[in-house]
Structure formats: C-alpha cells, structure tokens
C-alpha cells in the first residue's frame, strides 16, 4: 500500500498534464496550492525526468555555471537563497534557449567550520577535545558527521527549485576532487609556484590554527574596554595604551615605548627611531637593556614606521608578533624571537618568570613586574581594531609559523591582464565597480598561505625527510628536506633519488591545505581535471560565475589564477557579483540581533514562537538571546507568511538592483506570494473564457485582430525584448520588472478587463472578434508563463500544464523544454501602443475623479485637436469597460462643458469629466487644480533654468534640445488647459 501511495505522488504532476477542464476550477480564489507539497512533486518529477542533465556529446552550445559550494556544515540561509535563484534563472533561461546547459552541485568541505561543529559536539557529549581521542578516531567522527548532516543544504536547494545536475554532484574531498588538489599542489611545487617560508600569520590560540583573512573580524574599540575572551574566567581589557621604560646601556638614562600589547615586550629585539628625530640623535648606535632577561635590545633607525610626532617617537620591536614590526625585522636582520606556544600560554623563550601563563594573564603580571622595577609609566585610553576569528571568537594573535605559500605575482599579472586588458580581454565583471577591486587587489597581492593546522581537510603531500647525519632532528628544522609527491610510495622513491646512500626517514606534514585551495580549483576539478574527461573539453572554461562580492578575492580572484596555471584558461568568462543581503533596516544579519531569516521559514511560513524556539536551539547568552527575541517580536510579531519558493525567488531577485547591498523586507515578499495568487486567477478566467472544446491556434494574423489584441501581443513584444536583453546583460532587476509590469499592468489590469463585454454578450457585435481575443488570450498566458518560468518555476509548470495546446503541435513535456518566448515581428505595432497609451491616460484620470466609488457614471472627453478626437471616437468601448462608465461623450470647442461634474486634465491636448453624484466642492476642484498648476510651473522653471545655463547649447546635443524644446511647449499647453478647467468650474458657482 505505501509503495502504491508513493508511485502516485510520483505520477500526480504527469495526472495534471493534461485537458483540465472547468471542473477542476474552483469558484473561489484559489490559495496557491502549489507552494507545499506539488512543489515537491515537480520537483522530483522534474529531476527523474532528466530535464536537468547536461550531455558533453550534445551538438548544443554549452552553457555552464558552477554552484559556489556551500559549506557541507551549513544550512540554506538568505545569501544562498539569492544565489540559488539568480543562477536558476540564468540556467533556465539558458535551457529554454536552446543551450546544453551544466549547472554543477557541490558542497565544500569547509574545514574549521566543520572541525569546530564536531569538536563542540564531542566536548558536549564526551567531555573529550580532538586531542584527548587522536587524529584517526577524530576524521572518522567528522565524516560520520558529514554522512549524516551533509547534505540538508543540497535538499534544501531542491526546495527552492533549483535545477542543478544532480549527477554531477561532487564535494570537495570526495576522491576525485582530493586527487585533483593533490596534483595541483605537485605541479604548482614543479614549476616553483609553491615554496616553504617562515612567515607571519594570523594565529587562532584556541584553534591551534592559522586562519584566512576573510576568518578574520574586526571590531572597533574607542577606549577601555573589557571583553569576553574564550579560555578566560574574567573579562580582558583592550582599548589601552601602557607605557614603560627600556634602561639605555651605559647609564645613558631611559627610553620610553607604549604599547595595546605589553606582554609581547617579553620578546621586544629592537627600539625604533626616526633617524631625524633630534631627541635621540645621541642614541644611535646605541643599545637598550631588557629588564627581564637582559637581553641587548639594538636602538635603530627607520623612518618607514617611526612617526617622530606619534608618542615618544620610540617604538617597541616585535618582529615575531607584530605585521610591521615583522618588515622591520627582515629590514634590520633582527633576531625573531617567538613568545608564544600553539595554545597562546607564554614559552620558554618569554623567561621563567612568566612561561606556562596564559598570553592575557601574563599581560597584567607584566604590568606589575614593570610597577615593582619603576618601569611603569602609566596607561591612557587608546583606541584600536581588534582582530577575532569568526569561528571561535578568539583574539587573533600574530605568530611567526613556517607555512607553505603560493607564489601569486604572475598568475596575478595574467588575472589581472585577463580583465583589463582591452585587447585581449578574457573575463568581464559586472558590476563594472568592482573591475577597481580586481586591480587594486591583485597590483598589491601577497603571497597566499595556503597551511592550516586543522585535523579535516587535504593533507599537504609533503614529507620531511629526517636524514640519519642531521644535526638537528627536530621536524622541519631544514628547508630543504622536504620532498613533495602524489603518494607516500612516490615520495620514498623521489628521496632515495635526492639522498642516494644516506639513510632517512620520512613524516607527512600533519598540516592540511587552506579550503580556498580546493574550493579554487572547483571549475577544474568538477569537470575531471586533471584527467582530460570530455566534461573538461566540452565545458571549460565554464561561462559565468555568480557569487557574493564580498568574496571576490579569497575566492574568485584565486579560481582565475589558479584557472590560468593549471587549466590553461580563465575558469569562466564572466563574473557577476550579487549584493549582500541586509535586513529591511540595512542591518547587517546577526543571530545576537535575532534578524537572520531562513529562506527555508519564508518559503513554509514560521510562527513568532517558532522564530524564537530557533534563536533558543543556537549558542547565544541568555542576555543576547533577550535582544534577538525583542529583534524578532519587533519585526516578525506575527511570525513570517508561507510565501512559496516562487515569491521568495522573485523579490531577491527584483532586489539585485540596490547598489552593492539589499534591504529585505519580508512584505515584498508577501506581495510577490499574493500576485502568484493573481496569476492562478487570471488563468483560471482564461480557462473560464476558452472553454473545453477550445484548440489553440499558434498563427494569429495581427491586422485582423481587435484593438486590445493587437496591443496586447505588441507589448508582449517588448516586454520579451526587454526582459531577453536585460537577462544578457545580467540586469535580473529589470528582468523582473519588465516580466511583472507586463502581467501585472497590461495584461492583468487592461487586456483582461477590456476583452470582458466579448464574453459576458451575446451581441452579433462580438461573436466575429470573440475567436480573435481567445486566441490572442492563449497567446499571452503560453508566452507570458515561458517568459515568467525561469523566475518562477513551479506555478508556471502548474499553470502551463493545465493550458490547451494546439493539436498540430507536439506538446513538450514540461514548460522547463519549452523554447523561451522571441520577438515575432509582425506583433510590433507602435501606433496602436501609441493609442492605447492615450487611452490608459484618460482612463487614470477617470478612475481617479471617481476615487474608491464603483458607481458607473457618465464620463466626458474633450480632445484638443483632431487626431486625439479621431482616437478617442474609435476606442469609446475600451474607455466605458476600463473606467467603468456608464456612457461616454466627446465634446468639442462648440459644446458647452458639462455641469455638474469634477475635471481631470490627462494633458496638454486631452481633459476628463465625470458626472458627479451629489454637490461638488468647487473650491476644492479649484485647489487641485492650483496644486497641479503649481507642479506644472515647477517644471517649467527648472527646464528653463537648464536650457539659460552657461554653455547649454555647446553641451547638449541637438535631438536633446529639441525634446526640451517640445517639453516646454507641452507644459506651457497643459497650462492653459488648466485655466480652462478653473474657468469651467468657476462658471458653475
């Protein structure tokens, strides 16, 4: 029974297909059904069905876009959603093009993300640290992690519609893409692209790791403050500056530094001055004693970092600590002292007095043994950055470490030469903005270091030979031991090469490589690279990458370079860069601020209490659990509306126009949920008008169409012409706009409503153009749901298969294969749009005399010349339908104006009336028509004040001038109409 049950939920969108008739049409208003569990069923049928699947022999053009891998610990949140559905529109959109089209799934490994979740998850459980089980038993409990919660981001994604070639799905340390990074790292080690340095980097102390820039949070400090640091009972103090004095050798008296960090003094090698500086002129040369060890700290000169007016002019030397005291110290061969261990305590090298104290603790015993020497002279507020990771809320400590590094200068250069170089340019970004980001980026690149000392991610396949004569035997005590290989066999085979007839022994670097790296090589490596798979030929260089812009360093900028080197090309051709998502304040989202949102919650609706039981099942303090629950009663007091992947979709990507940032606002995407409404209702009149004997009839001649039909198919025109050359030109914005505007005000608003008397009379009248509108209403709805799919995916499958087709015409199985809609040249018709236009003007105006009233009344026009005229006789049948008139009467120069009714001037050539019911308030017609006046006059100073400038007529160019001219007259005209007005009103006082 359940396997009966299962194969018709399977089969329920093939049961829909097809001939729905009436019946199946509820009279109500119908709540989108498709939102919860027919979305899932499209789904699935879509995916089984093969529609998402590329083929690398097809004779198609390709079209590839790489998903940018979410990382395997995480959930769907609102940046992934927006992901999702622009490069789903674009990949649709491509489908429906005729293109082979390749979207490739994949997830990352994400290595101190996923180590971090799974050593708090046996802390939590076990009381256990990875270290207390070992490194095998821990990998092992990382992939059982991996197994079991890995993929929730990818089934979530199917929730959103996207249509990825699941076949294709890959993660980053799967096999092939690990035998992919491992070749790459040999290779770019071969051609001396990667080397070993012992270098600066940012150190986490409780993760015992080194970490990325982009792992890196500041915050600003303005003066003394007292934070939480992890690993410490009591609050740390930061935002000040100590004071203390170095004794000169010699009795030569004292020199004073400041410092935010007085512990790092522990390790001090030199004292800095400005070789200009007068006060210290009898110092050079000259030494400082350590008060602690003795040591001979070197006064030396450098006027790159001493600002002579900052301070004492002196500064305090740790090169083994300190990014610009580091450049000092490779300036100056200074001696590179390391204070700390792994875990941030203090070192043998920090002196006995302080060795085994935890880096902050020691800071105040330093203080105090500074006091009890007479050392001390004093603290002040100061105000600073402070690094923390975003993974352990850790202070980040600079430590000298010996890591492997890439060496980017010319892979830079070619990335660089690839966007702009005009003449042979290979990759375009867009927004064009952020071309000065690339440049400025990647002119000033630092060599990428790409070791972590993390237990998850690809092992670094290097091994350090320890020979048997070695002096030292420490690991890595020699820089040129290292024997880098594919496998541990090929790298015994390599050493006995390199130390033939010296015994050695080999150990792995226990270090894993930064996840950027693998993630870098992700366009290569989910094609087959580096095996010459037909996927890697017909596919690469794929054709876009969309992504964040937050990330187009760390990520992007390494994927071209690593592209380039090992691919022989750019990874992709374009680089479209999406705005990051901010609550409807344009507040950053922070769970401590509760106004993070699931996209996950907006597609299913969630409760305020549901909204709050997720804030409860995350890791905030009961104080910032307080503010995040009073953040979400504050935005969310209802909860949030089940909107549907579809109007989820839609408003992100209508947002994509706002600059580099988008203020979401939840309501935009309740309106987006209520127009999908308006869609179901609009085909259901259609099914309502078409009948069930109706057969489509694809070939409509348009000169024998009625007036609306006609109009309707020419801006359907434009509205496909818009939206192709927006989706080209990767404006998503205007795409949906031109989409919507067309359903919305054309199709919905007027052609809808003025084809209505064709059906609701029996009149011999309408029965010859009856055919014609149903015809000319199949026409839109099949061409306006293909234009809308790539936007919407599952109400249009919904709505399209409940369509009639035409019995000469095979029927394709989904609206997903369909061709998406061109311009058919014979619809364009700029003089009925022309017309139209007038006619939606004069029906505004009437619509606003009669406000929220849904009395029909008479109306009048009063055209000004005789084209208008001659419009205006023709259309009178589209004018009483969409104004809702009871009558309508043209009048001329000759007629009186009409009594008792309110005017509306629609412009320079075309005044409104409508008789209205009960006493008219003349006085404030009269204002109205005061306020308009006053607009009107606005304009005409401004666009006369324009064309008075200086040099106005040298700068604009004649066309232009001609429209300013043709302006003022209309304004000058409209002008007059409204004095006529007035004069009509104040002759019925």
């Known amino acids: 029974m359940k396997k009966m049950l299962r194969i018709l939920l399977i089969l329920t969108p093939l049961l829909v297909k097809r001939n729905y008739c009436l019946s199946k049409w509820q009279s109500n208003t119908i709540q989108v059904p498709w939102r919860s ?68 799934p994949g997830t990352d490994h994400a290595g101190i993300a996923t180590q971090v979740v799974v050593e708090k998850k046996i802390m939590r459980e076990r009381n256990l640290t990875r270290h207390d089980i070992g490194r095998e038993k821990f990998m092992s409990e990382v992939w059982d992690w991996k197994t079991k919660y890995g993929g929730t981001i990818l089934k979530q994604l199917r929730r959103l519609g996207a249509s990825l070639d699941w076949t294709r799905e890959c993660f980053t340390m799967d096999e092939k893409r690990s035998r992919a990074v491992t070749e790459a790292f040999v290779r770019l080690f ?80 030199a004292i800095a001055i400005h070789p200009d500086d007068t006060r210290y002129k009898h110092l050079h040369g000259k030494f400082a004693i350590h008060p602690f060890n003795g040591r001979k700290l070197p006064i030396i000169c450098d006027a790159i970092l001493v600002d002579p007016k900052f301070g004492t002019g002196a500064v305090k030397i740790t090169p083994a600590h300190d990014p610009n005291d580091f450049e000092v110290g490779k300036r100056h061969n200074l001696e590179f002292i390391n204070i700390f261990t792994d875990d941030g305590k203090i070192n043998s090298n920090g002196g006995s007095e302080f060795a085994g104290m935890p880096r902050f603790k020691a800071r105040e015993v330093v203080v105090d043994a500074l006091q009890k020497k007479g050392l001390y002279r004093g603290a002040k507020d100061n105000e600073m950055r402070l690094g923390l990771c975003s993974r352990s809320n850790d202070v980040v400590e600079p430590m000298i470490k010996p890591q492997w590094y890439v060496n980017c200068k010319d892979p830079a250069k070619q990335s660089l030469d690839a966007a702009m170089d005009n003449e042979c340019k290979k990759l375009e970004i867009i927004p064009k903005q952020y ?51 594919r496998t541990e066999e090929e790298a015994e085979e390599d050493a006995r090469q390199i130390y033939a007839g010296k015994k050695f022994h080999l150990t792995q670097d226990p270090d894993v490589l930064d996840t950027w790296f693998s993630s870098g090589l992700f366009p290569l490596s989910v094609l087959g690279w580096p095996d ?65 949102i699931d996209p996950v919650e907006v597609i299913n609706g969630v409760s305020l209490e549901g909204l709050h039981k997720r804030l409860e099942e995350g890791n905030l303090d009961p104080k910032e659990l307080a503010i995040a629950k009073e953040g979400q009663v504050k935005d969310f007091p209802n909860g949030i509306s089940e909107c549907g992947a579809d109007a989820l979709r839609f408003a992100l990507i209508s947002y994509t126009a706002q600059s580099d940032k988008i203020n979401l606002d939840i309501q935009r995407v309740v309106g987006y949920r209520q127009w999908c409404n308006k869609l179901w209702n609009a085909i259901r009149f259609a099914m309502s008008k078409l009948g069930n004997d109706y057969v489509p009839n694809k070939n409509v001649t348009p000169d024998v169409l009625p007036f609306s039909c006609q109009w309707i198919l020419s801006v359907l025109n434009k509205a496909i012409s818009r939206t192709i050359s927006s989706l080209e030109s990767y404006e998503f914005s205007d795409a949906t706009t031109a989409v919507y505007s067309w359903w919305q005000y054309q199709l919905c608003d007027v052609f809808i409503e003025a084809i209505k008397p064709y059906f609701s009379s029996n009149d011999a009248e309408f029965a010859s153009v009856r055919s014609h509108a149903q015809d000319t209403l199949w026409l839109c709805l099949e061409n306006g749901l293909r234009l809308l799919h ?63 009233s849904r009395e029909r009344r008479p109306g009048y026009v009063f055209p000004r010349n005789d084209a ?88 604009v160019r004649p066309h232009i001038h001609e429209e300013n001219v043709n302006k003022l007259a209309s304004l000058m005209q409209e002008l007059l109409s409204l004095e006529e007005a007035g004069q009509h009103i104040q002759a019925q006082r």
């Open 532 to 596: 010459d798979t037909e996927d890697l030929k017909t596919f690469y260089p794929t054709s876009a990458l969309e992504t964040g812009h937050d990330i187009l360093f760390f990520w992007v900028a390494r994927m071209v370079m690593l592209g380039i080197v090992l691919g022989g090309d750019v990874p992709f051709r374009t680089i479209y860069l999406h705005p990051m998502i901010r609550d409807a304040h344009g507040r950053k989202m922070s769970k401590s601020l509760g106004n993070v």
């Open 868 to 955: 208008v005229a001659e419009t205006i006789n023709k259309r009178k049948l589209e004018i009483v339908t969409l104004a809702n008139l009871s009558s309508l009467t043209v009048i001329n120069d000759n007629d009186a104006a009409p009594v008792g009714c309110t005017i509306s001037v629609v412009n320079e050539n075309l005044s409104v009336y409508l008789q209205f019911q009960g006493a008219i308030s003349a006085e404030a017609e009269l204002e109205k028509i005061k306020k308009k006046m006053d607009e009107i006059k606005k304009q005409q100073e401004k666009l006369k004040k324009m064309m008075d400038a200086n040099g106005y007529k040298e700068k």
């Open 790 to 852: 790539p936007f919407m995916p599952y109400v249009t499958e919904e709505l399209w298969q409940r369509l009639p087709y035409p019995k000469s015409s095979t029927r394709p199985e989904s609206i997903m294969i369909c061709d998406y809609p061109l311009v058919i040249e014979e619809w364009t018709n700029e003089a009925v749009e022309n017309e139209m236009d007038l006619i939606v003007s004069a029906v505004k105006s009437l619509r606003s005399l009669a406000k929220e």
């Open 37 to 104: 569990r027919k979305s899932d069923l499209w789904y699935e049928w879509w995916e089984k069905s093969g529609f998402f699947v590329a083929d690398a022999k097809s004779s198609k053009p390709p079209f590839v876009i790489v998903l940018p891998p979410p990382n395997v610990t995480g959930a769907l949140h609102i940046g992934h959603a927006l992901t999702a559905a622009i490069e789903d529109a674009i990949i649709r959109w491509r489908r429906m093009s005729g293109y082979n089209t390749l979207w490739v």
């Open 190 to 269: 071969k051609n001396g692209l990667i080397y070993r340095d012992l270098r600066l980097v940012n150190w986490d102390c409780v993760l015992r790791t080194a970490i990325s820039d982009i792992e890196v949070d500041y915050i600003d400090i303005k003066e003394k403050t007292l934070l939480r640091v992890p690993g410490y009972e009591n609050p740390v103090e930061f935002g000040v500056l100590t004071s203390f004095a170095y004794p000169l050798e010699g009795e030569l008296g004292e020199i004073v530094v400041a410092t935010t960090r007085v512990e790092t003094m522990l390790g001090d090698t």
């Open 435 to 485: 071309s000065a980001d690339w440049k400025r980026w990647l002119e000033n690149i630092r060599d990428w270091c790409i070791s972590r000392q993390l237990w998850w991610g690809h092992r670094i396949p290097a091994w350090y030979a320890t020979l048997e004569d070695d002096q030292l035997k420490e690991f890595g005590a020699y820089n040129d031991h290292w024997v880098v290989a």
